[in-house]
């Protein structure tokens, strides 16, 4: 009878977005942990099924460097998002009030009637709502635009300390017992 090698494993389920499959995926390999399947999830997610050895050398370590290594990740994703938020809010308000602009001209018109002056005021203030709605998708380009030229300098030095971290932790993947 053969005698085999008893191995045990730890297990881990994480869910990640599908443009971010790769990258979590590379994470998580450099901290000795292997794909055992993935599955689509919810709208825009991947479920990813993970293990890795019990008796894997530095495994304290490699959980630190794992934390700081989920931490990083979240924060190039926040700072992803960052780029266009303050944009969305600003273009969201902004066109709520272009459409009460348009809003108000529409009842001008439409309420007084056989009045001369409210039939050109409602003209005027129906036009300039819409030339507010038009203005809205310029005026939050411009934002974002401004943001992302602050933000990108700040993801590519979080993406450069994220690339360390994966670093060592391969390396303590690869060095013998200390």
């Known amino acids: 009878m053969q005698e085999r090698d008893f ?21 998580y390999e450099a901290f000795g942990w292997e794909v055992t399947g993935t599955s689509a999830s919810a709208i825009d997610g991947v479920t990813i099924s993970l293990k890795r050895d019990r008796k894997q050398n530095h495994r304290q370590e490699l959980n630190k460097l794992e934390r700081q290594a989920e931490e990083t ?62 203005v809205n998708y310029l005026i939050y380009r411009k934002i974002a635009e401004k943001k992302t030229k602050e933000v990108l300098p700040i993801i590519d030095q979080t993406e450069e300390k994220l690339a360390n971290i994966l670093e060592k932790g391969n390396d303590l993947l690869k060095a013998e017992v200390i």
């Not at 730890?10 to 599908?18: L, Q, R």
């Open 7 to 27: 191995v045990s494993y730890e297990y881990k389920t994480v869910t990640a977005k599908a443009k971010d499959q790769a990258k979590t995926l590379d994470m």
């Open 73 to 134: 990740f979240c924060e190039i994703d926040r700072l992803q998002r960052s780029k266009t938020m303050g944009a969305s809010i600003f273009a969201y308000i902004f066109g709520i009030v272009a459409a009460l602009v348009l809003g108000g001209g529409m009842c001008l018109v439409m309420l007084i009637e056989n009045s001369i002056p409210a039939l050109a005021g409602g003209i005027v203030l129906g036009v300039a709502g819409i030339a507010l709605c038009g």
